[in-house]
């Protein structure tokens, strides 16, 4: 009798047990011209391996420094029809293009390049040069039809630099979900993409990168949301006036962005949202990235002005823990 | 009968321990030194206290404008002056007890302990 009441209990403390025993699996690869690495539990090798393909054959079809990928036959002929993930991706950029005003703009490639980011031959283009190329920058004269078919003006370029890590993310985060995956963490050269919430059941800890120096800013708690950081830090030079030049430009002006930011970070539940918006976030500035953040409300933003300030949406106010001693002084943006 | 009894007697003692240390060990962080200035819920400093060498202070700046003035020495954390109408922040005297923090109530403020966490990741 006893024995019969006591034999469902012994089940379910056993299902507890077989609870914390999830396995832990990791991958880890170069792509993107980044490092990535993925911890997911209870994800067999299979699994990790259809995820570093993913990502191969997104790179394949949409780096515009690849010579047969899809963008770079656009970018040379002017037109190209996308494959359907490349067209899903450039519509949904070109939507975040127009949502942020142009502070995002894929076609800025032109001037990326004649600042040298490209190739890492810095040099810091005259006013004439930049005043031509930012002649052939205008994400609204791109088409994209119902097939595909993208095209795009005489002397246009475009690249998906800004959104395919985040693209990327979101694609692995459903392809380990499918996989039946609850539990993952992936690091994708500095973006960060979370499935579900640790195996112990607590939010991933992410940490954010101080951008004046090695260390950590703090950390957000996060699950089931990707945290994407953009930096000037990242990649710069110093020109030969002293001047710090980073790869963030301003598509206004073809310079780089001197917003008053020195880093953005966007956490929300898309990768490839998170990736736009803290570009974007960058090129606005602090008071007009505010007003974004009010006006839209489905994201959480962390900005670091340049003159050491840290300004915290409400929403991640409650859930980001300084690190020991940090030095900056910390404000929530105002709600309304 | 009694065979099944005693099995299952055994089974749920051994559940019942392991359950027991898979909490104790995931909860079991160090008290530690880690302490957090919480102003209305947001964490606006964590100071190691192992980590303090010499003594210093900073005011936090409520946003009705009252202020409290933090005294941090190696070990220990207290507020030292406040402009608050019951000084009780500033009678409570060096923060103790994980389970009693700190508290000015009319400026929202508290210096809390708390357990140590390692990142999972780098955004960045």
Known sequence: MTARR???????????????????????????????????????????????????????????????????????????????????????????CAATDGALDLSVYPVVRAWGFTTQDYRVPDAAELDALLARVDYTRVTLEDDGTVTVPAGMELDLGAVAKGWAGDRLAQLLRDG?????????????????????????????RDPSGEGMLGVVRAADEAVVTSGGYERYFVDDAGVVRWHIMDPATGYPARSGLVSVTVVGAEGVVCDAL???????????????????????????????????????????????????????IADA | MLKTKTWVAALVALAAVLAVLALALRHARA??????????????????????????????????????????????????????????????????????????LPHRLALRLRGETAADAVAG
Not at chain 1, 46 to 61: G, K, P, S
Not at chain 2, 69 to 85: N, Q, T
Request: glycine share 8%; charged share 20%.
């Open chain 1, 278 to 332: 803290s570009t974007a976030l960058f090129v606005m500035g602090a008071e007009r990235a505010e007003d974004y953040w009010r006006a839209h409300r489905d994201f959480e933003c962390l900005l670091v002005t340049e003159d050491g300030a840290l300004l915290l949406t409400p929403g991640l106010a409650a859930r980001f823990t300084p690190a020991d001693g940090l030095s900056y002084e910390v404000r929530v």
């Open chain 1, 180 to 208: 039946g995956v609850t539990s993952a963490i992936l690091s994708l050269g500095g973006n960060v993409q979370t499935v579900g919430a640790r195996p112990d059941g607590d939010a991933w800890n992410v940490a954010v």
């Open chain 1, 6 to 96: 006591l034999l469902p209990l012994v089940l379910a403390l056993c299902l507890l047990l077989a609870g914390c025993g999830a396995r832990e699996n990791s991958a880890a690869f170069y792509a993107m011209s980044t490092y990535m690495t993925i911890r997911a539990w209870d994800a067999d090798d299979a699994l990790l391996r259809r995820a570093e393909e993913t990502v191969a054959e997104l790179e394949q079809r949409l780096s515009v420094t690849r010579e047969d990928s899809e963008l770079a036959v656009l970018n040379r002929t002017g037109t190209v029809r996308l494959s359907a993930d490349g067209a899903a991706l450039l519509r949904r950029a070109l939507a975040l």
């Open chain 2, 31 to 104: 008290p530690g030194t880690v302490v957090e200035v919480v102003q209305d819920g947001v964490v606006l400093r964590t100071i190691d206290l192992a980590r303090v060498t010499e003594a210093y202070s900073f005011t936090v700046t409520s946003a009705d404008g009252g202020s409290n003035v933090v005294l941090v020495e190696p070990g220990r954390i207290r507020v030292s002056s406040a402009d608050c109408p019951d000084q009780i922040c500033v009678q409570r005297g060096w923060l103790s007890d994980q389970a009693a923090p700190v508290v000015c």
